[in-house]
């Protein structure tokens, strides 16, 4: 049995592959969200992911670790992927590789944008998948015109970082984003996305050559070394590593430790079900012997185990919005005086440029 360990909000991400590419093994495979397990007196002794890990908050963190710590100390030889104590905050992991000369760009807290970074850089949430929530910024002044209107319309500085941007593209002006999972060790090549703009979501640029490029690359695992390495400085177990390649060397863009693993076969393009399926193949072979160990019985959790919620950035984003409408408009409704924006560590601006900046 292996059980997969996500937030509530984010229990679609690997249910969608086994109710179809993955049907072999359903009856092998748990979905149970932390909130579920909060409430629970006992669980199995099996193999887990722990994943969804940058959802959860630092407390949030540390009560999976003691569920971690409980399940290895009843049963040690289980599979117990991703331990909770080590996992790496985004801003965490790419300073680390950064500084050990894995990745060229480096990234900072929005509550401290340096003076003297590279740009052009981009704003982006913290721990969320969402991608930039910015353009290319190309100057300080650009930057504090960005960090003020996210202010503004409500996001908390210390919730974004500062990116350094990277460019990946090749010669031929496409950018390319690589997919691929480590497994207990192990790297499994997922995708290429190709475009021509440097925010890569999904493959806008798809032809037979780039069907056969995405195939070798599933086939021959380039990037192999590099990225075991990267999971072992990492402490990573289960995610997926998304990365592209500058001057032939691979830069982490993020480790998402509860990946999307498959879309319903119909919604794929017919032209590129052959790499899915291929794909499919490979990581079921990774996951089957983890699915097909036996259950060792039961863990009983503390009797004070079920006294509290678990705590996940979720639940503190939804205490937020309950005081979000309020916020705002005191916000708005103040001078924006040079006091009041020094309070977020800006300069006085022009008006209209205050104006505009909260108005996006």
């Known amino acids: ?103 060229k760009f480096t990234v900072y807290p929005a509550t401290e944008p340096p003076l003297h970074t590279r740009f052009p850089v981009f704003v982006r949430y913290a721990n969320e998948h969402w991608g930039p929530m910015t353009d290319l910024l190309r100057t300080q002044s650009e930057l504090r015109r960005a960090l003020r209107r996210a202010v503004l319309i409500g996001h908390r500085l210390r919730d974004l970082l500062v990116v350094e941007f990277c460019d990946t593209s090749s010669a031929d002006g496409i950018y390319r984003k690589y997919g691929a999972y480590i497994v207990e060790g192990r790297v499994v090549p997922r995708h ?99 699915a097909a160990a036996p259950i060792q019985g039961e863990l009983d959790l503390p009797v004070d185990w079920t006294d509290e919620p678990w705590p996940t950035r979720s639940s503190a984003r939804t205490t937020r919005r309950a005081r979000l409408a309020g916020e705002l408009d005191r916000i708005r409704r103040e001078s924006l005086s040079r006091t009041h924006l020094h309070t977020f560590g800006f300069r006085q601006s022009r008006s209209s440029e205050v104006r505009s900046a909260g108005h996006p």
Not at 35 to 64: H, I, K, M, Q, W
Not at 256 to 277: C, I, K, V
Request: hydrophobic content about 40%; glycine content about 4%; proline content about 4%.
């Open 192 to 290: 290429i996305f190709c475009s021509r703009h440097w925010t890569v979501r999904s493959s806008d640029l798809v032809d037979e050559a780039k069907l056969a490029e995405e195939r070798a690359y599933l086939e021959e695992n380039p990037h192999r070394q590099e990225l075991e390495a990267i999971a072992a400085l990492a402490s990573v177990d289960y995610g997926r590593f998304d990365y592209g390649l500058a001057d032939g060397r691979v830069q982490i863009f993020e480790i998402n430790s509860n990946p999307l693993m498959m879309r319903n076969p119909e919604t794929y393009a017919e032209e590129r079900l052959p790499n899915q399926l291929f794909f499919a193949e490979m990581i079921l072979d990774h996951i089957r012997p983890l």
């Open 1 to 103: 049995m292996l059980i997969y360990l996500t937030t509530a909000e984010a229990m679609e991400t690997v249910e969608c592959f086994y109710n179809t590419w993955g049907r072999s093994l359903a009856s092998q495979i748990e979905r149970r969200s932390y909130e579920d397990v909060a409430t629970c007196r006992r669980l199995p002794l099996a193999n887990y992911f722990f994943s969804d890990l940058e959802r959860l908050s630092d407390e949030g963190l540390e009560r999976a670790d003691r569920l971690w710590s409980a399940l290895h100390a009843a049963a040690p030889d289980l599979h117990l992927g991703n331990r909770p104590a080590h996992h790496l905050r985004r801003r965490i992991l790419l300073e680390k590789l950064y500084e050990n000369g894995f990745n």
